[in-house]
């Protein structure tokens, strides 16, 4: 109920925009901040023969404005209204390219300038856009006339007044932060009142204290999510620091402790791991995020708040999700992979789940939202989460893991061990999973077990035949091939190889697809170990490195 009233209040707030007068423009601006993200000057040279590129997809304009066109794509649609594309024209920097950005930008506002409504004025999209336009600005208004230069300005008035009026509407978690994110980087930007700038402020650093955790982690459970706000925060705290403004403590702190957590999902090869929602990396974005790193601290073993364990032995990294969604709101993005793992050796990633694919369908998407698209084990065929496929309040979770419980053990030999056990089988079948996992202490040896056992819940089940299966993803650079029905190996391109072998049982090698890569969905494989319960009830398997 809670996010259909919050949806009411952003369609009256639309309407109430509307009905209002029109807003004045602000005397200027003071600053551009800059934009940390990746630049491609394909996108814009293709935009100066009129070739919009986004999102995997190619729009050609054909003298229509492609703000009133049928569009490739949904997020073909979401990244043109973003206006984030604006950072390729900067890098091109041309008076041409310039005049072409400026054209759109004109058309956006004739088309959609005050009709607050549709996917271009969601809260999220609404937000990237006051950023990106603020941060471009020099692009958009190079050699503007007078006339262009006023409307861009009361374009801008109406994005903050607006997104002032959802602020305490807007989705829970990622959405409502970055629009406190957008409307600091507006207080700062446009010529105002210092008691704007302030009050911005406040409330800035209260929804990080509120959203950031004592770990560094984000509400989300999203890694990615960590990169994408350092992204935004880094020019913003830059921009305070450069205008003579009080930097917000609430910013300060938050960003010291996004760090070691960025750090923390961080595998050997410079990308982030793949839980929750996150999708491809760009190894040259995280690195120039972690440039401006000065905690100078070592990657924890584990994130507490966030609910992640992190193994490291050698040049072996392991990550594990032993956590839930933290409220049925913050669910919309989650990922039903609890007690996942993610396995990286070196310069590769050996072991991974199949990530979220960025610009693909909502069916594909849903798919990546299952627990048979993690490395874990799935029952019946039947997610450990379920989701809602209302239109109405989204797909929140309403069903699935409610408790989680993890131990965290040194071995004699210094083997680093982990053991959690989550509970989101125990409502349609009446089992827990347990997951052990053991690294040794040179980092050549993975032990891993899984029980499935009775909770003493939903006792109905346990006596019926279940089928069960133990997938593990493997990362579409790493060949794999099966050496006899209980051994396979996994060699990278560098050589470096491990052996996965499950003694006493069969395993199996089948087609699988790695959702996160950056070019779009593609083809790669995955260990598959079937066992039927109550007769099977505990698998051991190992990964063992080999020379």
Known sequence: MKTVYRRARMRVAGLRMALLPGVAAPEGLVAAPTDLRAVDPFVAEELLYGRIVLAGRVYEMDGVSAFAAELPSSSFAESLHSFEWLRHVRAHRTNECCAKARQLVAEWMALHGRKVRGLAWQPDIASRRLI????????????????????????????????????????????????????????????????????????????????????????????????????????????????????PSGLVSAIDRIFPALRFFRHQDGVLALFNGATSTLANELAAVLRYDDTAGQTTRELPDMAYQRLVAGDTTLLMDTGRARSTELSLTAHAGCLSFEMSCGRYRFIVNSGSPENSSTELKELARSTAAHSTVTLADTSSCRFSRSTVVGPIMVQGVREVTVRRATGTHQNDTVSATHDGYVADFGYLHEREVDLNEAGTRIRGRDVVSASGKNVKHISESLSAVARFHIHPLIELSQINEEAALLRAPDGTCWQFSIPGRTLAITDDIFMANASGPRRSQQIEAAFDLPEVREIRWFLDRKA
Request: proline fraction near 4%.
């Open 132 to 247: 990106a336009l603020l941060s471009h600005s020099p692009v958009v208004l190079n050699e503007a006339e007078s006339g262009f230069y006023r409307r861009f300005m009361k374009t801008l008035s109406f994005h903050v007044r607006y997104l002032g009026m959802i602020a305490r509407y807007a989705p829970d978690g990622e959405t409502r932060l970055r629009l406190q994110v957008a409307l600091a980087v507006a207080s700062i930007c446009m010529s105002g009142k210092q008691s704007w700038v302030t009050r911005q402020a406040k409330k800035l650093s209260r929804e990080m204290e509120r959203q950031i955790l004592p770990d560094g982690g984000h509400v989300s459970r999203d890694p990615r999510v960590l990169l994408d706000l350092l992204l935004d925060l880094l020019p913003l705290r830059h921009s305070y620091i450069n205008l003579g403004h009080t930097v």
